[in-house]
């Protein structure tokens, strides 16, 4: 994207949104050349959408339950997210699998985080997965979407010991710092066009 016209970032949310937290305040460092178009959340309480507000970010809430099944959900947002013109989507905790009518509308350009090295311990509850399976090291993925679940093209990874009193609460707490980071600099790299996608692989560009 060039100086003069910023990456457009859709960003999709059900929750907190500390992600979406760091995303803004990155940008609005300047260490990110984008702007947020728009933030959805299929969930109208969602307390992501009160941080938006605070920036003046455009808001929508969009709820999954006024739709009969996922894909004609995912064809509504698709169409919300293109009236804001949006370059790259951002699930930022947005908990729903897409169907392929939003897969195929942003081609590698739908980004995820999850607390997990995958393919490790995909899905839900991925830390006290971890934490059952023993595992001495965990961390979190940054990928793109597919229709599966965290199965997309892994992007970037970071590391995060497993102590051996960890519970899931504080074993979640440090891996949530790792994603901070994480996710900035993997929507910096998008951004600055540094990413290529080669099926599986991604390439950085250095």
Same mark, same amino acid.
């Given at each position: 994207?060039?100086? $003069? !016209?910023?990456? /457009?970032?859709?960003?999709?949310?059900?929750? $907190?949104?500390?992600?979406?937290?760091?995303?803004?305040?990155?940008?609005?460092?300047?260490?990110?050349?984008?702007?947020? &178009?728009?933030?959805? !959340?299929?969930?109208?309480? @969602?307390? @992501?959408?009160?941080? &938006? @507000?605070?920036?003046?970010?455009?808001?929508?809430?969009?709820?999954?339950?006024?739709? =009969?099944?996922?894909? $004609?959900?995912?064809?509504?947002?698709?169409?919300?997210?293109? !009236?804001?013109?949006?370059?790259?989507?951002?699930?930022?905790?947005?908990?729903?699998?897409?169907?392929?009518?939003?897969?195929?509308?942003?081609?590698?350009?739908?980004?995820?985080?999850? =607390?997990?090295?995958? =393919?490790?311990?995909?899905?839900?509850?991925?830390?006290?997965?971890?934490?059952?399976?023993?595992?001495?090291?965990?961390?979190? +993925?940054?990928?793109?979407?597919?229709?599966? +679940?965290?199965?997309? =093209?892994?992007?970037?990874? $970071?590391?995060?010991?497993?102590?051996?009193?960890?519970?899931?609460?504080?074993? !979640? &707490?440090?891996?949530?710092? &790792?994603?901070?980071? +994480?996710?900035?600099?993997?929507?910096?790299?998008?951004?600055?066009?540094?990413?290529?996608?080669?099926? /599986?692989?991604?390439?950085?560009?250095?």
């Amino acid at each position: 994207m060039s100086e $003069s !016209s910023p990456c /457009r970032l859709g960003v999709l949310v059900s929750g $907190s949104g500390t992600n979406l937290q760091v995303i803004i305040d990155r940008i609005e460092s300047g260490e990110i050349n984008a702007e947020i &178009a728009c933030v959805v !959340s299929n969930k109208a309480d @969602a307390y @992501a959408l009160t941080r &938006a @507000a605070k920036h003046g970010i455009p808001v929508v809430v969009h709820e999954n339950t006024r739709f =009969p099944e996922r894909r $004609s959900y995912d064809s509504a947002t698709v169409e919300i997210l293109r !009236s804001y013109k949006v370059d790259l989507v951002v699930l930022a905790g947005f908990m729903r699998i897409l169907t392929d009518a939003m897969v195929d509308a942003f081609p590698n350009a739908i980004m995820n985080i999850h =607390p997990a090295l995958l =393919p490790s311990f995909q899905g839900l509850h991925a830390q006290q997965q971890a934490l059952d399976y023993g595992v001495r090291y965990s961390g979190c +993925t940054v990928h793109f979407v597919d229709c599966g +679940t965290d199965t997309g =093209p892994i992007i970037l990874q $970071s590391v995060v010991p497993v102590e051996q009193d960890d519970t899931e609460e504080t074993l !979640s &707490a440090r891996i949530q710092k &790792a994603e901070h980071q +994480t996710f900035t600099t993997a929507i910096k790299l998008f951004v600055e066009g540094k990413i290529q996608v080669d099926g /599986r692989k991604v390439r950085i560009k250095t």
